[in-house]
């Protein structure tokens, strides 16, 4: 039988509805004290107290297990190197603080459980949409507002680019892993670009509104929860070097059927040598401009959830 991470799961829950009441009291307050860390990223009072009532609480809850956030690094518990079980909780305080930090309500607290290698339960709270988002391994990816009020999300069934909808964080980072050009190749190439940026491209992806995601410089505290979810949820996320899981410095998602189509664009392998800046054109022979039609029919659906038996 599969071990159950329902317990877990609830605790996330907990931890997440902690953090939305101290986050929430300091969005948009006037005085919010916003300091600069030294890669020139924004750290808030409120990430700090964020972090800090989550270590309090999984020190109390889960004294021996290993917590590792953003703002506070790593920390073993009482178990750790010593019959610990391999767990640690990976946090991110307030992903999108520059989103939090200018009064714009895309943010969220991100809070995953990795056992022996692998992410197994994850949470992303998103007070300021209203929105939550979970998994748990071997259990499906729900949204609601409460584990007793939710629904399970599905990614979609789209499997043609020029019928997928991209999500981003930002262009730059591309350009500094040498695929600038490849990544403006494959948002022409899709439907519909957004960016929706952080999370929250993530979220969209496991519900099924949106069909690829992917950022070229991202932390593990950043892709941890998303990375459970996405997979419970019927999506694949892997590192641009086609890893799965978290554990590269970026990331692409997709819903599974665009995967390898994504990657032939933005897959990058630093050892291969130096990056191709040279780049002008898809990777199919495609000189032609293809027919478009005043009408087009695209294929948004989901799949169905599982039926209880």
């Known amino acids: 039988m599969a071990h159950s991470y329902s317990d877990d799961l609830r605790l996330a829950h907990v931890l997440a509805d902690n953090a939305d009441s101290l986050s929430?009291?300091?969005?948009l307050a006037i005085d919010l004290?916003?300091?600069t860390k030294p890669d020139m990223t924004y750290v808030t009072e409120s990430d700090q107290a964020v972090e800090t009532a989550i270590r309090r609480t999984l020190k109390s809850?889960?004294?021996?297990?290993?917590v590792l956030g953003e703002e506070q690094g790593e920390q073993d518990g009482a178990g750790a190197g010593g019959g610990g079980g391999g767990r640690r909780?990976?946090?991110?305080p307030i992903d999108g603080t520059s989103n939090f930090v200018r009064g714009v309500p895309v943010w969220a607290t991100l809070i995953a459980l990795e056992e022996d290698g692998e992410i197994v339960a994850g949470c992303v709270s998103a007070p300021a949409l209203g929105r939550r988002w979970w998994a748990s391994k071997g259990t499906g990816a729900h949204t609601g507002k409460s584990l007793l009020s939710s629904r399970e999300i599905k990614v979609s069934q789209v499997a043609d680019l020029g019928a997928a909808s991209l999500s981003y964080a930002s262009l730059g980072g591309w350009d500094a892993i040498g695929r600038g050009q490849a990544f403006a190749a494959l948002?022409?190439?899709?439907?519909?670009t957004r960016a929706y940026g952080d999370f929250w491209s993530?979220?969209?992806l496991a519900e099924g509104a949106v069909d690829i995601a992917a950022e070229p410089e991202l932390n593990l505290w950043d892709m941890a929860a998303l990375d459970v979810i996405v997979?419970?949820?019927?999506g694949t996320f892997t590192s641009l070097a086609g890893a799965p899981g978290p554990w590269g410095d970026n990331a692409l998602a997709t819903n599974s059927r665009l995967h390898d189509a994504a990657?032939?664009?933005v897959g990058h392998f630093p050892d291969d040598g130096p990056p191709d800046l040279s780049w002008t054109d898809e990777p199919e022979d495609d000189d032609a401009e293809p027919a478009r039609d005043n009408v087009r029919a695209f294929e948004f659906t989901r799949e169905p959830a599982d039926e209880a038996p």
């Open 231 to 234: 997979r419970e949820a019927g």
């Open 263 to 265: 990657m032939a664009y």
């Open 24 to 27: 929430m009291e300091r969005f």
């Open 89 to 92: 909780w990976i946090v991110d």
């Open 202 to 204: 993530y979220m969209l």
């Open 61 to 66: 809850a889960r004294t021996r297990d290993v």
């Open 33 to 35: 004290q916003v300091d």
């Open 187 to 192: 948002m022409r190439r899709c439907w519909r």
